[in-house]
């Protein structure tokens, strides 16, 4: 089984800065595409940013040009590093990475607990 911990989540003021981090572990697995999402109270869940192994990106048009994803492969994390961060962010944001366990299995999706982000104005 696989586990994804965020970390780094907390209280900011509009224009801060956090960086979020999530840890894949597990007996064996493979790592593909990771990314992170977000769901604000009364919210469905949304698409924030996401990384593939080669290294392309893709953002949300809510944060592009703030929100800035990474991965480091050898580690099995992601981060995203939040600039200029709005009111509008406070939600909590999950990692969620697509894993295979064994060569003979279907890819399937992994999520984390999630971490709560809150920007005061």
């Known amino acids: 089984q696989v586990q994804l911990v965020e970390s780094g989540g907390g209280l900011v003021q509009a224009g801060d800065s956090l960086r979020l981090s999530c840890a894949a572990s597990?007996?064996?697995?493979?790592?593909?595409?990771m990314g992170w999402f977000r769901q604000a109270p009364g919210k469905e869940r949304e698409f924030v940013a996401s990384?593939?192994?080669?290294?392309?990106?893709y953002y949300a048009e809510s944060v592009k040009g703030r929100f800035s994803i990474s991965r480091d492969n050898a580690k099995n994390t992601v981060h995203l590093q939040m600039n200029t961060l709005k009111p509008e962010d406070t939600a909590v944001y999950y990692c969620?990475?697509?894993?295979?366990?064994?060569?003979?299995?279907?890819?399937?999706?992994?999520w984390g607990q999630g971490t709560q982000v809150t920007v005061s104005s």
């Open positions: 597990g007996r064996t697995f493979t790592l593909y595409t």
């Open positions: 990384i593939r192994t080669s290294g392309s990106t």
């Open positions: 969620k990475a697509k894993i295979q366990t064994a060569v003979w299995r279907p890819l399937s999706d992994a």
